[in-house]
């Protein structure tokens, strides 16, 4: 399954990126915030999408 991870917080998404890929997940993209989250699923068209609701530039939901 390939998967894009989309959040601001490093930690979170490094600790995403570990439990996907232990779990046999093909994780394609990890970014930080919502333009590069929208850039990296139209390039790499991922089965699922992690995203997390509060991401910059607006921080809102």
Do not use: Q
């Not at 990890?30 to 995203?51: I, K, M, Q, S, Y």
Request: glycine residues 6%.
């Amino acid at each position: 399954m390939r998967v894009v991870v989309a959040d601001d917080s490093v930690l979170l998404r490094e600790g995403l990126v570990r439990l996907l890929d232990e779990a046999g997940c093909t994780v394609v993209a990890a970014v930080g915030d919502a333009p590069g989250f929208l850039a990296a699923a139209a390039e790499h068209r991922p089965d699922v999408a992690v995203v997390d609701v509060r991401m910059p530039p607006t921080m809102t939901d």
